[in-house]
Every structure is written in structure tokens, then in C-alpha cells.
């Protein structure tokens, strides 16, 4: 058996779980909202600023 | 006098209200609290995101009462288990970064809140709370607290689980899966070199391409199947019929030329086609999540209130348990939900929700109210004489025009173009086949099929789509929200438009005030303006702040001190009396300061006595929004025009002034008399636009072809309609009309576009001549150049006109 078979098997195999993960996370929800988290994920940052400046003050 | 804005919520801050505190100015003390609960908790990121994000507390504690109620609070939540729950919220406050900051960091303010989501194009806030710990009722007092009231209506009442439709993104995820694995198969084939290597697997590539396009086929493609379907049995022929056609025929010959080891098929071009048009399907929604397009009373309407038993204790119930006979308590800033009876305390009510008039009506005990009405002042009871469903309001709602449904019985322009384009190209099929049959029966089979394939009118059904959605995109940007895309078709047919008066065309947010009699010295204004400052009714506030202007300039009087006043009385429904530095001042309504009513005008006015001096009246004149006059000159060139108002016609004169000629106007239109007005005049065969703001429109709106809403605020309320547009925009109606008719325009010329893409498409066809690689070639390069083509265009004339 060529080796052909065997990688374009694999490759599609692959890309349907590729796929599937995709159809998962639709599910999910993750696509309702595509602005909230592309904000969220800038707070993270802050937060721990305002740790620091906390820490800060305290000395 | 420099303005200096509000560190909190960014107003302007009057110099004697301003609250200094921790080296920040604030305009009131709400905003200054809400500083205080954010740096407390150590929240003061708040302000780092954005300027000023906050908005004014309301300071309404009673008004969730109603939440104690556990059957109603119990609606409202998601889910719920003994130490778990989840509500969703809708703020309609929420409106930059800091907002979804502060809102998912509520468990810092709240201990009982274990997280909480912000879904910022809805404007929601989904959170999840111990119930054990903290209720619903504090949760929503927190968020009234900290400036971010949840709007609750009866709209919540009923709130089932939401099914999202999302099989749009499933078929075009299955159609890009299959299309991209399709294309990289059958790259080889385009090569057509005579290669061991390559004769050796094309057996095994052609039938993996053909496994791999059955889903797109069978499921991604279903919705035309379905569409053509129906449109056959309706007898209407629709583009989805050729589309449908050259798919099944497309896969048919390419599944033969497969199993019949004749060729490689067309399953490349098949599955890029199916990708594309779902690819258009779903550009051309674009939706405006935050705002809602079918909103009836029930958004409208508080969820419960305050019921009074016979023994006077006070109940909160749900209002579509009230009964007749039954007495409610209505507090200040309350809805009315049903018709009755005023039982105790003098009314003040604003009707601005059904009728669009500001100005509050006073109502005495024992006259009837109707629902819809909003109570300012002083809590009031009543007499329930109707139950909801049968109040006046709700009525409204059962006339037909809301009950049945919106069927689209309209004719998009794709629609049209293809009721010939079908007939055509069966005729083009039939004729290469009648003339091959005679040549060569494989080739008059093939160019049969080659035809129906290469005419797939793919580009003709993507030209609509991609500008369509453009132009939503486009207008979303200026303000101008359309429900969907077909609004664009309609609005360029539009031909004739009817305008509301109050609230549409004029403005309730300024109102110019002139003062009719003796002349007012400056002392006498000063005076004025304390008392004024005092009352809350809308027209002392409207009148105090259009006052500040001239008085302030000519005096430098400190009218803010409140030394001065000795005594004060607002008597609702009639007028404020006040004693000012031994002056006696009264102001208020005719009859308050002993004149008799004049029946000439019918204006809004507030009369002045001083000392028992009668000095003469304000009179409240109506304001129109900036640059209607020049917007109805430039629409009246191509549109028929006509105002119809609920008021009374003491603006005539002045409208007939500033109008352009022939605009009608009609006076004392009840709702249902717009909406049979409305119903003429598409009887007459006009294609009718209606730009409303009220309740009292909502008829109306349903009613025309198209129905505009206008608001001053967009995420608040807007009753049912086609469009919403933002009172800002007012003046740009004109180049939005000119923009619907620029995008039919752009359209027409790329079906001529597309149109000789098919008849080259066909030219190989006929010939016998189509390979899959001409095939492969021709159909995404149609699609991209109609696509960019549209795109292009529609920019283009959105920029026209709009420097």
C-alpha cells in the first residue's frame, strides 16, 4: 500500500477534526459575541496594575 | 463662565451644584456616590478606559419592590438552584470598555455575585449569583446604584429559552471544509500531464473529491433545494430555481463523469459556488443585536406594581393578575399598564409614550386614565377598570395589522430579473441540445448540462447580497439601523412620505420660549428663575434652563441661593406659589393665577403673577429639528410629502411657513385614523415611507411599506418598525433615500456585469467546449470581480455626497 493513501487519509482525518472543533465551539456559544472578549482580554493587564500601584502605596 | 465637566458621567457641571471631592468635580451627588462605591472597592480603573464612562444614578429604591416577589423574580432567572443561579440583565447603559470592566468585576462589589458576563452588542449582562447570599432585588439595586439600570419589562416576563438559529454558520463551515479539501484534490487534475504518478491516484483522488462534496451538496446546499422548491409550488420564479437547477445538474454530470471514469466532474466548481453564495447569504445579515425591531407594549410595561389589598397593605403582583375593581398604587416616574379611575391625589401625567407630547396633562380624582400614561409627582392610586389585555393601549395591538404575519409579498429585484432569466436559459439548454442530438448524442447531453452549470447565476445572486449588506454596514455607521436588507429595495421605491409632527419632526429636547405681556424686569426674572429652580415639573425645568441664557448675562444675580425663598407650595396640575424676599410669585396655568382661559391659541403656556400683578404668559413654541426645512425642500423635488399629527392645529401656520409647498398636513389624527390614512394611500397604489417616533405611530408604521423610527435614544425604546434612526440624523433622511436608489443602481449594472460573464460562460458551453478548468476558472473569477465590483460602488456613492 502506497504511502499516499496513508497521508491523504491522515490529512483528512485531520482537517475533520480540525472541523469538528469548529462545529464544538459554535455550539458553544463562543460565536455570538465576537466583540466582548476582543475587550476582556485587554483588562487582564490593568488588573494587575492596579495591584502594583496598590503595592506601591502601601510602601 | 468656563463649563467644567463631570469627572463621573462627562455633563456639564452647573458652578453651584458642582461637588468637589477627592480633588475630582462632579455634577451631582449620584455621580459623586458612584465614585465613592467605585474607589472603595478599589475600582477606580473604571476611569482609565474611558472618559467619563459613568451615567447619573437614579435613585428609585421602591421601584424593585416588586422583585421581593418571588414568583415574578423567579421568571426573570435562567437558571436556578438552591446555592446557584443566573439572570440576565439588559443595560441599556452599556455602551464602551469601562461598562464591561466595571460589570464584570460586580463580584468585588457584591460578595453573593460569583461571576458575571457582559454580552456588549446585546447590551447584556449575564450573572451568576447565590441566591442563598444576595437576591435579585440587590443585585438590581447595586447596578441602579452604581448608574446601570436594568431595563425589566414585561417583555422579561415570559422569557423562555432563546434558540439561536446558527444552521447558517454549520452549512458554511461544512461548505468551507468541503470546498478547501475539493480544491487541494483536485489541483493535479489541472494538470493535465500524462504522468504515471498522476494516472496511478486519480482514481483514488476523484473519489474522495466526490465523498467529500456530499455534504456540501446534501447539506450545505439544502436551503435552495428547499427555496426553489417552494417557489415552484407558489408559481413564483425566484433565482433560487436556476441556482438549484445547476446544482443538482452540476452534480449529476459530475458523479456520471466519475463512476463512468469519464472526467474529474465539476465538484471543485460545485462546492466553491455553495461556499460563496452562503458565504453572500450570511454577509447580508447583519443584525443590530442591541436594538430590537419588533417591540410592542409589553417592552413598554413595568412587570408588576403595587397593589393596595382592602386593608390597605401594599402587594407587589404581577399586572397580568390584575383584575377589575382592583386598586394600584402608581409612584413617581410609574407606567400606567391599565385603563381606571383616579381614586386619591391629583395626576400629573405624561402620555409622551403613546401620544409623543411632553407636556404632562393634570388629571383630578375620579377622571379616567389610560394606560400608557406615566405619573410625575406624588404617588397616586387608582381603580383598575380593565384588566391588560383589554385596556386601550393593548387594544391598539389587536388591530389586524399586528396580528397577522409579515408576509413579504414583495418582489426583490433578483427575483424579478430571474422571473426571465429561468425561461431564458432553459431555452439556451434546450436549443445546444436540440442542435448537438442531431451531431452527437454525448456531446448534446454534455452541453446540455455544461449549460445549466455555467449559467448557475451564482455572481447574480451574490451581487444583491454583498451590497446590500455593504450598504446596512454603511448606514449602521451613520446611525441609520435597518431591520434588514430588503428595507434598501423598498426604501428606493418609496414615493411618497408621510411625516408624524411631535417628536419627529420637532424636538422635545429644546423648546424655544417667548414672553408675552408687561415687560419682566431683571429683578422680576430673577426671581422667577429661584422659584422655578425649585420645581421639578418638566415645564419649570424647560423654562429654568432656557432663562439661565439671558439672565445670568445681564445680571450676575446669585439666583441659586435658596435664602431667599420663604415659603413654597407646588400645587400639581396647577402651578408653584412662593414667597421670594417678601415678593409673592405665582406661576402656573391660566386659571391658577385668576385669567381666563383664552380658546384662540392652543399653545402651551405658563402665566406670571407677581405681587397679585398679572405680568403676562411664556409661550412655549414648538422646535423643529435642525435643517427640516431644507430637508423637506430637497425631498419634496421627488417625494410627495405629508405631515400627519396628533395635535391640535395651532402649529399650521407656522408648519405652512416653513414647509415647502404642497406638503399636507392633517390635524387631530388619531392612531388608528394614521394607520387608515396610511391604508388609503396604498390603496392608491403609492408606496408609502412613515417616520414616526410614539406609540401613537406604531399603527402607521406597521402599516407602510416602510416604517421609520425615530429616537433620541436608540438603545432605549423604539416601537415596532423597519429602521431606526437616530434623532441626530434627522437631516440626512435625503442622502440615505439617494444612497437606497445609488445601491439599486449599483446593482443593475453588475447584473449586466454577470450577465456577460454567462454569456461567455455560455459561449464555451455551447460549443461543447466547457472543461472543468474553464469551469474552475471562470466561476470564482465572476464571483470576485462582482463582489469587489459591488463593494466598490456602493463606498463610492456613500462618500458622494457625504464629505
Known amino acids: 500500500m502506497s504511502v499516499i493513501y496513508l497521508l491523504i487519509t491522515i490529512s483528512i482525518i485531520v482537517a475533520i477534526g480540525f472541523f469538528i472543533a469548529f462545529v464544538c465551539a459554535v455550539k458553544t456559544g463562543q460565536y455570538d459575541d465576537d466583540y466582548t472578549p476582543s475587550v ?20 | 463662565m468656563d463649563t467644567q465637566n463631570c469627572f ?56 424593585y419592590d416588586f422583585l421581593d416577589n418571588e414568583s415574578i423574580a423567579s421568571k426573570l432567572l435562567e437558571f436556578q438552584e438552591s446555592s446557584t443561579a443566573i439572570i440576565s440583565l439588559n443595560i441599556p447603559h452599556i455602551h464602551c470598555s469601562s461598562c464591561i470592566w466595571i460589570l464584570e468585576n460586580l463580584q468585588r462589589l457584591e460578595k453573593g455575585i460569583s461571576t458575571s458576563q457582559v454580552n456588549f452588542p446585546e447590551k447584556k449582562v449575564r450573572i451568576t449569583f447565590n441566591p442563598e447570599v444576595v437576591s435579585i432585588k440587590s ?109 443538482v445538474v452540476m452534480f449529476i454530470r459530475s458523479a456520471v463523469d466519475i463512476i463512468m471514469d469519464y472526467g474529474s466532474g465539476f465538484f471543485d466548481s460545485l462546492t466553491g459556488l455553495i461556499f460563496f453564495m452562503l458565504l453572500g447569504k450570511m454577509f447580508q445579515i447583519k443584525t443590530y443585536s442591541f436594538l430590537s425591531f419588533e417591540r410592542d407594549f409589553k417592552s413598554y410595561f413595568p412587570i408588576a406594581i403595587t397593589k393596595i389589598n382592602p386593608d390597605s397593605s401594599e402587594e407587589s403582583i404581577a399586572i397580568y393578575e390584575l383584575q377589575k375593581g382592583d386598586r394600584v ?13 383616579l381614586i386619591s391625589g391629583k395626576a400629573e401625567i405624561d402620555y409622551s409614550f403613546v401620544t409623543g407630547e411632553a407636556v404632562p396633562i393634570s388629571k383630578q380624582s375620579g377622571d379616567k386614565l389610560f394606560a400608557g400614561g406615566k405619573q410625575l409627582g406624588k404617588p397616586i392610586e387608582m381603580e383598575v377598570l380593565k384588566s391588560v389585555s383589554q385596556s386601550y393601549l393593548t387594544q391598539l395591538w389587536s388591530n389586524a395589522i399586528f396580528q397577522k404575519e409579515v408576509t413579504q409579498n414583495h418582489k426583490t429585484i433578483t427575483d424579478s430579473i430571474s422571473r426571465y432569466f429561468t425561461p431564458i436559459l432553459l431555452l439556451i439548454a434546450f436549443a445546444g441540445f436540440g442542435y448537438w442530438i442531431f451531431i452527437d448524442t454525448t456531446t448534446a447531453f454534455n452541453v446540455f448540462t455544461a449549460v445549466l452549470i455555467v449559467a448557475c447565476p451564482c455572481a447574480l445572486a451574490l451581487t444583491a447580497p454583498f451590497t446590500f449588506g455593504n450598504i446596512l454596514r454603511i448606514l449602521g455607521k451613520q446611525k441609520f439601523y435597518l431591520k434588514n436588507a430588503l428595507v434598501i429595495e423598498q426604501l428606493a421605491k418609496v414615493d411618497t412620505i408621510v411625516f408624524d409632527k411631535t417628536g419627529t419632526i420637532t424636538t422635545n429636547k429644546k423648546s424655544s420660549i417667548s414672553f408675552e405681556g408687561t415687560s419682566l424686569t431683571d ?65 402656573g396655568s391660566a386659571s391658577f393665577v385668576d385669567k381666563a382661559p383664552e380658546e384662540s391659541k392652543q399653545q402651551t403656556s405658563v402665566h406670571v403673577k407677581i405681587n397679585d400683578v398679572y405680568l403676562g404668559k411664556f409661550l412655549f413654541h414648538t422646535q423643529y429639528r ?16 405629508q405631515v400627519l399629527s396628533g395635535d391640535n392645529d395651532g402649529e399650521r401656520a407656522n408648519l405652512e411657513q416653513l414647509l415647502p409647498k404642497g406638503t399636507e398636513l392633517f390635524f387631530n389624527q388619531k392612531p388608528e385614523e394614521k394607520l387608515e390614512y396610511i391604508k388609503t394611500l396604498q390603496e392608491q397604489g403609492k408606496n408609502v415611507m412613515m417616520v414616526g417616533d410614539g406609540l401613537n405611530d406604531a399603527g402607521a408604521l406597521a402599516q407602510s411599506n416602510v416604517g421609520i423610527s425615530i429616537s433620541e435614544n436608540v438603545n432605549v ?79 463610492y456613492y456613500a462618500g458622494k455626497k457625504n464629505n
Not at chain 2, 435642525?626 to 410629502?641: R, W
Not at chain 2, 460573464?757 to 455551447?766: Q, R, S
Open chain 1, 40 to 59: 476582556r482580554m485587554l483588562f487582564d493587564d490593568e488588573l494587575i496594575n492596579s495591584g502594583a500601584k496598590k503595592n506601591k502605596s502601601k510602601k
Open chain 2, 523 to 587: 429683578e422680576n426674572l430673577v426671581l422667577i428663575k429661584m422659584v422655578l429652580r425649585a420645581s421639578n415639573h418638566p415645564l419649570s425645568r424647560m423654562l429654568y434652563d432656557n432663562l439661565s441664557l439671558t439672565v445670568i448675562k445681564n445680571t450676575g444675580a446669585d439666583f441659586t441661593n435658596e435664602v431667599g425663598i420663604d415659603a413654597f407650595e407646588e400645587i400639581t396640575g396647577k402651578g408653584i406659589r412662593a414667597i421670594v424676599f417678601g415678593n409673592k410669585i405665582e406661576i
Open chain 2, 139 to 247: 443585585i438590581v439595586n447595586l447596578l441602579s446604584s452604581i448608574g446601570y439600570e436594568p431595563h425589566i419589562s414585561l417583555e422579561n416576563y415570559e422569557t423562555g429559552k432563546t434558540t439561536i438559529d446558527r444552521s447558517l454558520t454549520y452549512k458554511l463551515g461544512v461548505a468551507f471544509f468541503c470546498f478547501g479539501n475539493v480544491m487541494l484534490l483536485s489541483f493535479p487534475e489541472y494538470f493535465e500531464v500524462k504522468e504515471y504518478w498522476l494516472d496511478q491516484y486519480r482514481g483514488f483522488f476523484r473519489w474522495l473529491i466526490f465523498a467529500l462534496s456530499l455534504p456540501s451538496f446534501f447539506y450545505s446546499a439544502s436551503g435552495y433545494y428547499v427555496s426553489a422548491y417552494k417557489s415552484i409550488t407558489s408559481k413564483m420564479l425566484n433565482i433560487d430555481i436556476p441556482i438549484a437547477l445547476g446544482i
Open chain 2, 717 to 795: 425604546f423604539s416601537p415596532a418598525c423597519d429602521a431606526i434612526l437616530d434623532a441626530s440624523e434627522f437631516d440626512k433622511l435625503s442622502y440615505f433615500l439617494t444612497l437606497s436608489h445609488n445601491a439599486m443602481r449599483t446593482i443593475k449594472m453588475s447584473f449586466v456585469l454577470s450577465l456577460l460573464y454567462n454569456v461567455v460562460g455560455l459561449l464555451f458551453a455551447i460549443t461543447g467546449n466547457l472543461l472543468p478548468l474553464v469551469a474552475a476558472i471562470i466561476m470564482p473569477l465572476s464571483t470576485i470581480t462582482i463582489v469587489s465590483f459591488v463593494t466598490i460602488m456602493s463606498n
Open chain 2, 626 to 641: 435642525d435643517g427640516l426645512a431644507v430637508l423637506f425642500k430637497n425631498l419634496s423635488k421627488q417625494y410627495q410629502l
Open chain 2, 8 to 63: 463621573h458621567c462627562g455633563l456639564d457641571i452647573v458652578k453651584a451644584d458642582e461637588i468637589v471631592f477627592d480633588s475630582k468635580s462632579f455634577c451631582c451627588a449620584g455621580c459623586k456616590t458612584v465614585y465613592e462605591i467605585f474607589s472603595t472597592n478599589d475600582l477606580t480603573f473604571y476611569y482609565d478606559f474611558e472618559k467619563s464612562p459613568g451615567a447619573t444614578p437614579q435613585n428609585n429604591i421602591d421601584k
Open chain 2, 329 to 341: 398604587l402608581i409612584r413617581n416616574q410609574e407606567l400606567i399598564p391599565v385603563d381606571g379611575v
